[in-house]
């Protein structure tokens, strides 16, 4: 399973993130360490060619990849160094696969900055030097956060902190970045897509009348690999693999149609799995 930490100062939404992704009620109050201990919430991946897939095949059960977001109370300068429970924090940052940097954009008189200032950029110095100096090096997305909790919040997106980060102030991120608005709920589902580009992930499918559902796996992974994320006999034991690509399989309406049309191929162990595969494994 996927497992991305939500990081970032205080009281810049990371809690108002975590609880859109996950619908899940943490406090998110305005002050610092709200968020004590980290939460966790499971989030299913959005992808419509389940859906479908289930319908196909009637199954009876239709089962999503799933993403594990943890919550980590927010981290200060000094952090590395022990200053407001980092270390502790920054331990729970060691377990992650990916990191989430929430960075906020917006200003809000009624909403504290631990700095006393909206600067993106230095908040993003910050923070990465303290996961520099714990040792923390895993893959970062920078989600840029565009809402506030308050009534009086002034419309914010990236054209409004140019100032403070000069004319190519996105050019400056040092990582990709995603637009989000956690209040109204908007660019989430863009938001676990971006996860996964960032780890070089892909999905790829089993369907059936039991049951149709997504996995993960590395781009670039051959069959025996991908099959391991089912059960480890999958790679062990391989023999070889059904295929039909997504697109096709929904074109003939069924597994034995595609393979009647000739679609269905069979795959050893040097095949390299494509996103939308469908997959048969037989070991």
Known sequence: MLKIGIVGLPNVGKSTLFNALTKKNVPAENYPFCTIDPSVGIVPVPDERLMKLSVISKSKKTIPAVVEFVDIAGLVKGASEGA?????????????????????????????????????????EVINF?????????????????????????????TDVVQSGGKDFVAKLPGPHIEVDPIFGTGLDNLIKASYDLLNLITFFTTGEDES??????????????????HTDFQQKFIRAEVVSYEQLVEAGSFAKAREKGWVRTEGKEYIVKDGDVIEFLV
Do not use: C
């Open 213 to 230: 559902r997504a996995w993960t796996t590395l781009r670039g992974a051959t069959a025996p690999f991908a099959g391991r994320s089912i």
């Open 84 to 124: 407001g429970l980092g270390n502790k924090f920054l331990s729970h940052i060691r377990e992650v696969d990916a990191i989430i940097e929430v960075v906020r954009i917006f200003e809000d008189k009624d909403m504290i900055h631990v700095h006393d200032k909206v600067d993106p950029l230095f908040d993003i």
């Open 130 to 158: 303290e996961l520099e100096q714990g040792g923390i090096k895993k893959p970062t997305l920078y989600v840029l956060n565009t809402s506030a909790l308050a009534e009086n919040v002034k419309p914010a997106r990236t």
